[in-house]
């Protein structure tokens, strides 16, 4: 079983930039496809960004792409996601997820197997 802790998100002015953590914890870490989602009030979540066990293959949903980046350290047993250029549309609760099986595109909400708690952001304009 692998438990997942996000930290980092905070309030934030319309194009600022923060880094979202999530640490896991189990030593199969770098076996999982992990994600992070979103979830904005009164909408459904949503997929964000995804990275591959390796970490040499990324996905990112078309609203974030080319601002947010995912990265993971599998030592450290850590994914990240650094959101830069940020707007109001992108506050949301943000989670990060984990998928054992690792099936593409990794965008499906029902395909990961653990998730963390979530992390507050909120941008201001």
């Known amino acids: 079983q692998v438990q997942l802790v996000e930290s980092g998100g905070g309030l934030v002015q319309a194009g600022g930039s923060l880094r979202l953590s999530c640490a896991a914890s189990?030593?199969?870490?770098?076996?999982?496809?992990m994600g992070w989602f979103r979830q904005a009030p009164a909408k459904e979540r949503e997929f964000v960004a995804a990275v591959t066990v390796s970490g040499t293959f990324t996905k990112y949903a078309d609203s974030v792409k080319g601002r947010f980046t995912i990265s993971r350290d599998n030592a450290k047993n850590t994914v990240y996601l650094q959101m830069n250029s940020l707007d109001v549309e992108d506050t949301a609760v943000y989670y990060c997820?984990?998928?054992?099986?690792?099936?593409?595109?990794?965008?499906?909400?029902?395909?990961?197997?653990?998730w963390g708690q979530g992390t507050q952001v909120t941008v201001s304009s």
């Open positions: 189990g030593r199969t870490f770098s076996s999982y496809v």
């Open positions: 997820a984990a998928d054992y099986r690792g099936r593409y595109p990794y965008t499906k909400i029902s395909e990961y197997d653990y």
